[in-house]
Nanobody, 120 residues
Framework: QVQLVESGGGLVQPGGSLRLSCAAS????????MGWYRQAPGKQRELVAS???????TYADSVKGRFTISRDNAKNTMYLQMNSLKPEDTAVYYC??????????????WGQGTQVTVSS
């Protein structure tokens, strides 16, 4: 089994910053890609940013230039630096990891989510 534990959410004023972390632990053979998703009340879950082992990153248009995703492969940890936060960034943020086993099977894991609230 694999566990993903997120941290770093909270309440911040518009224009402020937060840094989210996601630590993966357990029976890990290879992490192929990791990503951050978010879900606001009444809306579908959406991809915020993703990063591959080769450090190829993608971002939602709404966060480009404000958010930066990174990962420490040695620690199996991913980060999301969020700057210039807006009220519309308010959501529960979820960590996702796409893993492969030594036999080639692929798995998708999710964290429990961390609340980010941007409000004055």
């Amino acid at each position: 089994q694999v566990q993903l534990v997120e941290s770093g959410g909270g309440l911040v004023q518009p224009g402020g910053s937060l840094r989210l972390s996601c630590a993966a632990s357990g029976n890990i053979f290879r992490i192929n890609a990791m990503g951050w998703y978010r879900q606001a009340p009444g809306k579908q879950r959406e991809l915020v940013a993703s990063i591959t082992t080769g450090v190829i990153t993608t971002y939602a248009d709404s966060v480009k230039g404000r958010f930066t995703i990174s990962r420490d492969n040695a620690k199996n940890t991913m980060y999301l630096q969020m700057n210039s936060l807006k009220p519309e960034d308010t959501a529960v943020y979820y960590c996702n990891a796409k893993l492969s086993s030594r036999y080639g099977s692929r798995y998708d894991y999710w964290g429990q989510g961390t609340q980010v609230t941007v409000s004055s």
